[in-house]
């Protein structure tokens, strides 16, 4: 293996390199084996705390080793020192920003709080903002399966407004499209409020509290009991975002994944319903499920005709791509084959495919077993302390739908908006459903500015409620 690993350059590797030209050798020259002692020797935390002599940059150190013609072991020392101390501050940097990063997802903007307060405000004395959603005309649509279906789950009035939005302006149908949002009991009256103020007609646009389901008021939801235990579990196993950063061995990029598992979206009932679609939508015979941090650009209708040959669930694959940084996920890179309940059970090159904008035929599915699936090995990973996985609803859906997933072209669903900024403009724009999955969403100070505009042009900034919370397209 050569000295270099990505960007890490370890100390012997330095010493190996800068040795012979610092010395006055020729490179062919044996390095001095004093260096490798100096070099291989461990150095604790502090013993570098308070220490003005340690060079700052490699320039610095070469001038001070020419001017003081020091030997070998001297070189070794300094050169050590330096590496050192420049990846204490790399790691600490590094965990800064990934620590900001985590408390900026983490955290709703004023700006969501003002317009949700506002739009309740609006709820409670304006007749207006109280429609019945949809109108009883038109309920019978709801259970109609001519027409085409979509579901969306969020407690998040604006990115449901830009995906409510862009499905329909981009509809070739809009008439034949049903929405059907389902939100949470606070976030119910201002959800109501903005789609009774800002009707997307002739679309039809349902608004639903999970409170008002039958399905959910009826016992035991299976889902709601994981999730109160997994929040426990979470709590004990973490110690919270100041425990994982105070950890001075663990590397910048497991301090990262670790803090990401802290993030309340994660453990959201808006993440894990989707499981339940079956049950909560019992006369539908398909529905497409849309997440709320995506921007749909294209007509959809056309996922009606795809063929689904039988499959449950219609899902973009995310292990090939022309991006290998987003599209070269396998099984390995969501569950811990280094379990054997894992390894056992899975092959860890197959194929992952991504949550976001799938097609989902509920006949289908009401003849597996998936949903009980899912909940048992939810069950598992909180027995075994989440060492099956640690994020998100992902990787028990990749267990719970293995063998009923259909894969669908990738125009359909675009990834990784969120976490990183290489996709350009050009491809992002001639994509047919963007998504911006990772910490980075359009709402947040902390988007890529370069891929916001694709989102925000769905938000009218003249609308009154939007201006009057100073909500702005940059």
Known sequence: ????????????????????????????????????????????????????????????????????????????????????????????????EYLYRHVASS?????????????ANE????????????????????VDNSYFHYVLASDNVLATSVVATS????SLHPAKIVLHIITDRKTYYPMQAWFSLHPLSPAIIEVKALQHFDWFSKGKVPVLEAMEKDQRVRAQFRGGS??????????????AAKLQALSPKYNSLMNHIRIH?????????????????LVVQTDLSPLWDIDMNGKVNGAVATCRGDDKFVMSKTLKSYLNFSHPLISRNFDPNECAWAY???????????????????????????KSDLSLWQLGTLPPGLIAFHGHVHVIDPFWHMLGLGYQENTSFADAESAGVIHFNGRAKPWLDIAFPKLRPLWSKYINFSDKFIKSCHIRAS
């Open 1 to 96: 293996m050569g000295c270099i690993s990505g960007w890490h350059l370890s100390n012997s590797c330095l010493g190996k390199r800068l040795g012979p030209r610092i010395l006055g050798r020729r490179p062919q020259s044996t390095v001095p084996e004093v260096i490798y002692q100096i070099l291989e020797e461990p150095m604790s935390k502090d013993e570098l705390k308070g220490r003005s002599d340690i060079p700052q940059t490699l320039e610095e150190f070469m001038a001070d080793m020419k001017e003081s013609k020091s030997d070998a072991k001297t070189f070794a020392i300094k050169l050590r020192d330096m590496v050192t101390l420049m990846e204490q501050r790399t790691r600490t940097a590094k965990i800064q």
């Open 107 to 119: 955290s709703i903007p004023k700006q969501l709080h003002c317009l949700a307060l506002r739009l």
């Open 123 to 142: 709820h409670s004395t304006n007749a207006a903002a109280r429609l019945q959603l949809p109108s009883a005309e038109l309920v019978p649509a709801l």
């Open 167 to 170: 499905l329909v302006k981009n």
């Open 242 to 255: 100041s425990a994982i950063v105070a950890n001075n061995t663990e590397k910048p990029y497991v301090i």
């Open 277 to 293: 679609l079956p049950e909560m939508f019992p006369s539908l015979n398909k529905v497409v499920f849309l997440d709320d941090d």
């Open 356 to 382: 976001g904008m799938n097609i989902f035929d509920l006949e289908a599915w009401r003849k597996t077993n998936i949903s009980q699936t899912y909940h048992y090995w939810l069950e598992q990973n909180l």
